[in-house]
């Protein structure tokens, strides 16, 4: 009875403590951008923005690609059709990187004596549109300040719509219109505490979401006119997902996409990091201290896709920080978000 009563009052109240100058009472305004079938965590971040958005928390106003593959936008269609959200918009890039299927964006082809495992509408990424232009649609219906983003694979698409011009859908150009319509953006990119390699030796390390794009990379810590919080490479390998939940909490259907996405990519027992999660987390719960901030400064690429971080008190950057306390307490929330069943088959 009690859970019940404060989902009501989550959702008539929205969650307490938000951070949006806007509306402090509405769900927080989100756009996922991700390299979605690159690795699971991106698949197990969108179960976490359903089950936020199921209790009022959150509301996904667009899913955008930054895998070039004909099968992530179907399969991020999968996952929203999944949750009853079949007509959130999605956009994809066509940069050509990271252009192959990956291992579990295939689960969007499935058929199961002639029908879709998974009903979704969408096909092939060939029939999307561009992620910019969803992006700025999608920015322009927005009210001013209310839109947080969380970046969990390349910089493409927001460098990008940093050089996109003017047209219908806005008189302002890119990185005004982000200026005007964005609160703040968290990418999980980069590195900022020590990392040592599999011999215990400390190692200078270039992280994936930046390597694959560094230009991009570059673009958005040089110009992104908004405040960034990132999530470095450490804090998803201190949070790895337990195995055990996969394998007992996902069984209220047959086929969830969610754990077959998991097992296709590592099948247990492995614990997963849960890079992307954390961004997500962090945007629309930021008073829960799931996480540490630093003060704040200034990321830096440099040409190898190294990421360094100064501080300066006029700074833009944040980056993530992660105690023992906050391990077991994060973890928890992300295990239970991620395996939530959608409402429709409580």
């Known amino acids: 009875m009690f859970g019940s009563l404060l989902l009501a ?33 991106d698949a197990l971040a969108m179960g976490v923005i359903h089950s936020l ?27 929203n059709t999944f949750y009853g959200r079949g007509d959130i918009p999605i956009g994809v890039c066509r940069s050509d990187v990271t ?31 561009d992620a910019v232009e969803v992006l700025r649609r999608v920015l322009a219906q927005a009210e001013d300040h209310s839109v947080v983003i969380a970046q969990v694979g390349f910089s493409t698409n927001l460098a990008n719509l940093l050089d996109s011009p003017a047209d219908d859908l806005s008189p302002l150009p890119g990185k005004e219109l982000v200026k005007k319509k964005v609160q703040r953006l968290s990418v999980m990119a980069g590195a900022f505490e020590q990392i040592k390699n599999n011999k215990g030796q400390p190692y200078d390390h270039k992280e994936y979401n930046v390597i694959k794009d560094i230009p991009a990379a570059q673009k958005l810590a040089k110009e992104w ?23 007992q909490d996902y069984g ?17 027992p492995h614990d997963r990091p849960t890079w ?10 930021p008073d829960r201290d799931y996480f540490g901030l630093t003060s704040v400064g200034k990321v830096t690429v440099a040409d190898d896709g190294l990421t360094t971080f ?16 906050q391990i077991a307490r994060t973890l928890e929330a992300l295990q239970l978000l991620s395996s939530e069943p959608p409402h429709a088959i409580r």
């Open 9 to 41: 009052i989550t959702v008539c109240f929205g969650t307490l403590g938000s951070v949006s100058p806007v509306h402090a009472d509405q769900p927080v305004q989100l756009i996922f951008d991700t390299d979605l079938g690159n690795d699971v965590d």
């Open 53 to 79: 958005q199921s209790r009022g928390e959150c509301e996904l106003l667009a899913v955008t690609l930054t895998k070039d593959h004909e099968l992530a936008a179907p399969f991020a269609d999968v996952v």
């Open 99 to 129: 252009n192959s299927e990956g291992r579990f964006n295939g689960l969007a082809a499935i058929k199961d004596d002639g029908k879709d495992r998974y009903p979704h509408d969408l096909r092939s990424g060939k029939d999307a549109p």
């Open 225 to 247: 006119p908004t405040p960034i919080l990132w999530s470095g490479y450490e804090i998803g390998i201190a949070l790895r997902y337990p195995h055990e939940s996969i394998e």
């Open 252 to 268: 209220y259907v047959e086929h969830h996409p969610l754990a077959e996405a998991y097992i296709a990519y590592n099948p247990p």
């Open 276 to 285: 992307d999660l954390t961004c997500v987390l962090q945007l629309v719960r």
């Open 310 to 325: 100064a501080e300066d008190a006029n700074g833009r950057d944040q980056y993530f920080t992660l105690n023992d306390a």
